[in-house]
């Protein structure tokens, strides 16, 4: 454990990389919004849908925690 913080001190993060980072993200989200179909989506980004399906899922968990609907 103290190998990992001391490599965390240095600005080290551990684990795999992301597949779908936040810019090409944006790209297929706005290429979805467009009415591309996800399996066209994950040929022309070279992503597997589960990848795909991982990633959307991370953008509504982040956009349910920023933004909490209101119930009135």
Known sequence: M??????????RQGGRPRAID???LQQILAALDAGASKASVCRSFGVARSTLSGAMGRVEH??????PERTS
């Open 2 to 11: 103290a190998v990992l913080a001391a490599a965390k001190r240095r600005g």
């Open 62 to 67: 982040r956009s349910r925690v920023a933004m």
């Open 22 to 24: 936040d810019e090409k």
